[in-house]
């Protein structure tokens, strides 16, 4: 079996690879996992039948052309295909089932599973807490129970002031500078993050949708069972 995992950037690609190969583990299956992560989430096309921009390389952007390609050279077969990314500012249930309409609409014969963390992936990496103390064995307790799971709060922000001592100059910093210690909390922390013990109501969904999938690769034609 094929997993093929679309993410919106390198940090979340970790994440979700990790999680994913561990899922998949849990369920006595073996495959092969490749992950793609893209520079940043964009936007769908206006166009989606349209050939991407030239310089297009964001995840949205990109989303439907993807979509197209695996279809004609997987169809059938058994892949898994996971979008992953950030809902940021956007309802999480209101974009999963927008996602899902356009998997549907330009890859109906493969199966795809959509991954939405609330606000950010971070969110999944604070709903594991043991993994963040395995870690960052220094990381502030205060902090960390003072975050509301799934919360629209800062989510990054969080988890930076709980593992980083010079939290405050980073904040200030801010993007594009900041995607490297993302990646690099990202990495460190997953390591560790085990799915049962993940307490994010975004990342269950998701578990939930993997392991369905799981259980039944090959889709029936133009039929989304979840």
């Given amino acids: 079996m094929l997993i093929e995992i679309l993410s919106e950037d390198k ?5 979700v690879e ?10 006595g299956l073996n495959a092969q996992v490749c992950v793609h992560p893209h520079r940043g989430c964009g936007s769908l096309p206006k166009d989606m039948e349209a050939k991407p921009a030239k310089f297009a390389n964001s995840l949205l952007d990109l989303l439907p052309a993807e979509l197209r390609a695996y279809n004609k050279i997987y169809a059938g077969k058994e892949l898994i295909l996971i ?4 809902s940021d500012d956007k309802d999480p249930q209101t974009l999963r089932q927008e996602i899902y309409a356009v998997a549907s609409q330009y890859a109906p014969d493969i199966r795809s599973v959509v991954g939405i963390s609330t606000e950010e992936v971070e969110a999944w990496i604070l709903g594991d807490k043991k ?31 709980a593992i980083s001592e010079n939290a405050e100059d980073l904040i200030e910093i801010g993007y594009p500078a900041i995607g490297h210690y ?5 990495e460190n922390i997953s390591k560790y993050m085990l799915p049962q013990q993940n307490v994010s109501p975004s990342f269950n969904t998701f578990k939930m949708a993997l ?11 133009r039929r989304r069972e979840f």
């Avoid at 990790?18 to 369920?27: H, S, V, W």
């Fill in 11 to 15: 940090s979340g690609a970790v994440v």
């Fill in 18 to 27: 990790r999680l994913a190969e561990r899922i998949t583990e849990g369920e």
């Fill in 83 to 86: 979008i992953a990314m950030d």
């Fill in 131 to 161: 993994a963040i103390y395995e870690a960052y064995p220094d990381s502030n307790k205060v902090i960390l129970d003072s975050y509301e799971q799934d919360s629209v709060c800062g989510t990054w922000e969080i988890l930076c002031r």
């Fill in 182 to 186: 993302k990646a690099l909390w990202a």
């Fill in 211 to 221: 392991i369905t999938a799981l259980k039944n690769p090959v889709p029936i034609y």
